[in-house]
């Protein structure tokens, strides 16, 4: 495996199309998804500088009663540790099955701020059989980051997991 991230400059396209390969190579031996989540969130992070990259998983609530996210492998600041489904733009992803283009926090309805720096993010929903079993949150500081090209090569990363 490649241990070291070769250098992606270009076009968002570009740089989206350069990672994809490196990730299915990192990730190709690797069984457990947890080692898998660390490496794509760190991948992504070190060549896109995001906020914040990360995972939330659905797991059972403590209480038994229900499944709720809770953060998984991730790079950037202290996050919220859990969140509800349909709450935030997370949970709205967890609960509709997908992903989530948001191009100024403030104006999405019961967004949670783990972060005040937090103006823009894109959340895609990891579906295995049908069931949503995590998603890919990814924060950045500017607004309107997040486009089709990310929701496109996005969706195609986690598909990889
Ligand atoms: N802003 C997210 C919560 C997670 S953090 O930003 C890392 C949301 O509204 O779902």
Same mark, same amino acid.
């Given at each position: 495996?490649?241990?070291? =991230?070769?250098?992606?400059?270009?076009?968002?396209?570009? +740089?989206?199309?350069?990672?994809? /390969?490196?990730?299915?190579?990192? !990730?190709?031996?690797?069984?457990? !998804? #947890?080692?898998? +989540?660390?490496?794509?969130?760190? +991948? @992504?992070?070190?060549?896109?500088?995001?906020?914040?990259?990360g995972f939330y998983r659905v797991l059972p609530e403590r209480n038994?009663t229900g499944e709720i996210l809770v953060l998984g /492998?991730f790079?950037? /600041?202290l996050a919220c540790t859990r969140i509800r489904k349909g709450r935030g *733009?997370c949970g709205?992803?967890w609960?509709?099955?997908?992903?989530?283009? *948001? %191009?100024? *926090?403030?104006?999405?309805?019961?967004?949670i &701020?783990c %972060?005040?720096?937090?103006?823009?993010?894109?959340?895609?929903? @990891? #579906?295995?059989?049908?069931? *949503? #079993?995590a998603v =890919?949150d990814?924060? %950045? &500081? &500017? =607004?309107?980051?997040?486009?089709?090209?990310?929701? @496109?090569? =996005?969706?195609?990363?986690?598909?990889? @997991?």
């Open positions: 495996m490649a241990e070291q =991230l070769n250098i992606i400059t270009g076009t968002k396209d570009e +740089m989206y199309g350069a990672l994809l /390969p490196q990730i299915r190579e990192v !990730i190709a031996d690797e069984p457990d !998804i #947890i080692a898998n +989540m660390a490496n794509v969130a760190a +991948m @992504l992070h070190e060549t896109f500088h995001f906020w914040w990259t038994g /492998p790079q950037g /600041p *733009v709205t992803a609960q509709e099955a997908c992903t989530q283009v *948001v %191009s100024d *926090v403030e104006q999405f309805p019961g967004h &701020a %972060s005040s720096a937090s103006k823009s993010e894109i959340v895609v929903p @990891l #579906i295995k059989n049908g069931i *949503v #079993i =890919l990814i924060d %950045s &500081a &500017a =607004l309107n980051t997040f486009d089709e090209t990310d929701r @496109l090569w =996005l969706e195609r990363i986690v598909e990889l @997991l």
